[in-house]
């Protein structure tokens, strides 16, 4: 009998601590479920969209971005091919270079200056993300604010080029302003997407008319963009990006359309290469989102990439 009570008090002793271990097993399982996602995109940005990515704290992104002219333009008929030729398909021409530096304040805050071809745009930016997703989906999105002020250095007669200027010359009409909600989601490890409505305004625009519609062109308009990145290999994502523009200036016009990109990147040790096809010459949304005049449909593409290197301070 005593040997009885003596086993049945190991066992249950062996039960107690087994049950103790699951416990702490299990615990350690919804803690590791509760852990943040990263890289829900690999870059700073898509092709020509933001992503939810913030520069790592303490650290420096610089990013020199190439955009050429147009690989072929069918508006150009009956020498659409021999013009593509002569400019070896836009890569003789150059419609936007941009350099920029981007440093990670905190892991969570980003903010940023450069530099565009493009109407010789000055810009500084802030990016802050305000929601992580976590990766058994407690939360499902990440959220950040963009948010981008934009300068240009045109001279004047560029700037009110082609208007009858009855009013006085004022530099407020060079500054431009920016602001986008980045909502994005590691949906699996293979398929990240984003949803980005924008707002943007600027301060001064050449009054432009919709022939279609009659609708004019505003200071003010909002936007949505999509973006969506597809890894194919541990290296290498399919890339794309899309803006929708809802003021009625831009709707059946065919003098200004929508931009869209859609590329591929390619990381190397310290380097991510972004490659991709685009109808926007501009390379910051204060810029392609009102100003691209050319179409995919007449083969009005850009090539463009970016190369990016990071920078531990």
């Given at each position: 009998?005593?040997?009885?009570?003596?086993?049945?008090?190991?066992?249950?002793?062996?039960?107690?601590?087994?049950?103790?271990?699951?416990?702490?097993?299990v615990n350690e399982g919804n803690e590791k479920k509760h852990e943040k996602v990263f890289a829900t995109f690999?870059?700073?940005?898509?092709?020509?969209?933001?992503?939810?990515?913030?520069?790592?704290?303490?650290?420096?992104?610089?990013?020199?971005?190439?955009?050429?002219?147009?690989?072929?333009?069918?508006?150009?008929?009956?020498?659409?091919?021999?013009?593509?030729?002569?400019?070896?398909?836009?890569?003789?021409?150059?419609?936007?270079?941009?350099?920029?530096?981007?440093?990670?304040?905190?892991?969570?805050?980003?903010?940023?200056?450069?530099?565009?071809?493009?109407?010789?745009?000055?810009?500084?930016?802030?990016?802050?993300?305000?929601?992580?997703?976590?990766?058994?989906?407690?939360?499902?999105?990440?959220?950040?604010?963009?948010?981008?002020?934009?300068?240009?250095?045109?001279?004047?007669?560029?700037?009110?080029?082609?208007?009858?200027?009855?009013?006085?010359?004022?530099?407020?009409?060079?500054?431009?302003?920016?602001?986008?909600?980045?909502?994005?989601?590691?949906?699996?490890?293979?398929?990240?997407?984003?949803?980005?409505?924008?707002?943007?305004?600027?301060?001064?625009?050449?009054?432009?008319?919709?022939?279609?519609?009659?609708?004019?062109?505003?200071?003010?308009?909002?936007?949505?963009?999509?973006?969506?990145?597809?890894?194919?290999?541990k290296r290498m994502c399919l890339i794309g990006d899309y803006f929708y523009n809802f003021s009625p200036y831009?709707?059946?016009?065919?003098s200004v359309y929508n931009p869209l990109a859609l590329g591929f990147e390619l990381e190397t040790g310290g380097?991510?290469?972004?490659?991709?096809?685009?109808?926007?010459?501009?390379?910051?949304?204060?810029?392609?989102?009102?100003?691209?005049?050319?179409?995919?449909?007449?083969?009005?593409?850009?090539?463009?990439?970016?190369?990016?290197?990071?920078?531990?301070?």
């Open positions: 009998m005593k040997n009885f009570l003596l086993l049945s008090l190991i066992l249950v002793t062996n039960f107690i601590f087994a049950q103790d271990d699951l416990l702490s097993i690999k870059t700073y940005k898509l092709g020509n969209a933001q992503t939810i990515e913030t520069v790592k704290k303490k650290h420096l992104d610089f990013r020199i971005s190439h955009r050429f002219g147009n690989v072929y333009n069918s508006a150009l008929e009956p020498n659409a091919l021999n013009e593509a030729a002569h400019t070896y398909f836009g890569f003789d021409n150059a419609s936007d270079i941009r350099w920029s530096f981007d440093y990670g304040v905190t892991d969570n805050i980003t903010i940023g200056i450069g530099r565009s071809r493009f109407r010789e745009t000055y810009d500084g930016s802030l990016k802050w993300k305000i929601l992580s997703q976590t990766q058994d989906f407690h939360i499902p999105l990440s959220i950040a604010l963009f948010a981008d002020l934009g300068y240009t250095s045109v001279k004047s007669d560029q700037l009110y080029a082609g208007i009858v200027k009855d009013f006085n010359t004022n530099d407020l009409h060079r500054f431009n302003y920016f602001t986008q909600l980045i909502i994005a989601s590691k949906l699996t490890n293979w398929l990240s997407l984003e949803l980005l409505p924008s707002y943007l305004h600027r301060n001064f625009i050449k009054q432009s008319i919709n022939a279609n519609n009659k609708a004019e062109d505003t200071n003010g308009l909002f936007s949505l963009g999509f973006g969506a990145r597809i890894k194919v290999t831009f709707q059946n016009n065919t380097h991510v290469f972004s490659m991709f096809f685009t109808n926007s010459p501009a390379l910051i949304e204060n810029s392609f989102i009102p100003y691209t005049t050319d179409t995919w449909t007449k083969g009005q593409v850009k090539f463009g990439f970016c190369i990016s290197r990071t920078f531990s301070l």
